[in-house]
Structure formats: structure tokens, C-alpha cells
């Protein structure tokens, strides 16, 4: 089983930055794919961004692409999102989530990205409110 736990989350002005963290414990094995989603009120949740723990299998959604960076730190087994100029379009509950592997050897046989829907992933975080004002 593994537990991830993030952090980071905060309420900042337009144009600010924010890193958030998802660290992972249990027992984690092989490389797997990660990914940060992300649900606002009334909204259904969405992908933000998507990562293949052994390196490659990016993806960003538009609205992010240019000033969001995903990436994940193998020796501490934590997963970061950097965000630059956020707007407030980027107000939501932020979540991270890794799958039990189905998703990765996917990835690793017919290449592309990490990028999957919800049901893909097997563990998640339990969110962190990110809030951006005008």
C-alpha cells in the first residue's frame, strides 16, 4: 500500500508562485506514473499534469503549459509541482495520485505520456486548497 501526503497549498496574489509536494511512502517498487490533478467547485476534476517516475511521459494541460513543471525526485519518492504566474483560473483543490502500475508498463510499451483519467490512478493524496486572488 502506498500513502502519499501533499503540501505546499496556499492563497497567493495573481502572477505569484507556488511548489507543491506529494511524498510517497510504502512500498512503491517499480516506476510508475504519476500525475497532479485538480477539482474546483461545481467542476469535475481534471489533469493538470502527468509523469512517468523513471523519467519522461510528460504532459500539461493548455491552461498550464508554459507555467507549471512537474517532477519527481526518486531518492525521496516525492512528486513537485512548481507554479509560476498563477491566475485565478488556477483557484481548486489540488490532488496528486499515482497508479499500482497498470498505467506506467503502458507507457513503457507503447510510449506517449503518463496521462490517464481518474479511475487510471490507484493512491491519492487528500488534496491542498490552492487559492489565487486578482
Known amino acids: 500500500q502506498v500513502q502519499l501526503l501533499e503540501t505546499g497549498g496556499d492563497s497567493v496574489q495573481a502572477g505569484g508562485s507556488l511548489r507543491l509536494s506529494c511524498a510517497a511512502s510504502?512500498?512503491?517498487?517499480?516506476?510508475?506514473?504519476v500525475s497532479w490533478f485538480r477539482q474546483a467547485p461545481g467542476e469535475e476534476r481534471g489533469t493538470v499534469a502527468a509523469?512517468?517516475?523513471?523519467?519522461?511521459?510528460?504532459w500539461y494541460a493548455d491552461s498550464v503549459k508554459g507555467r507549471f513543471t512537474v517532477s519527481y525526485d526518486n531518492p525521496k519518492n516525492t512528486l513537485y509541482l512548481l507554479m509560476n504566474n498563477l491566475k485565478s483560473e488556477d483557484t481548486a483543490t489540488y490532488y496528486c495520485?499515482?497508479?499500482?502500475?497498470?498505467?506506467?508498463?503502458?507507457?513503457?510499451?507503447?510510449?506517449?505520456?503518463?496521462?490517464?483519467?481518474?479511475?487510471?490512478?490507484?493512491?491519492w493524496g487528500q488534496g491542498t486548497q490552492v487559492t489565487v486572488s486578482p
Open positions: 510504502g512500498f512503491i517498487g517499480s516506476y510508475k506514473c
Open positions: 495520485a499515482m497508479d499500482r502500475g497498470d498505467l506506467a508498463r503502458k507507457y513503457e510499451v507503447l510510449g506517449g505520456s503518463c496521462l490517464g483519467p481518474p479511475s487510471a490512478f490507484d493512491y
Open positions: 509523469l512517468y517516475t523513471g523519467g519522461g511521459g510528460e
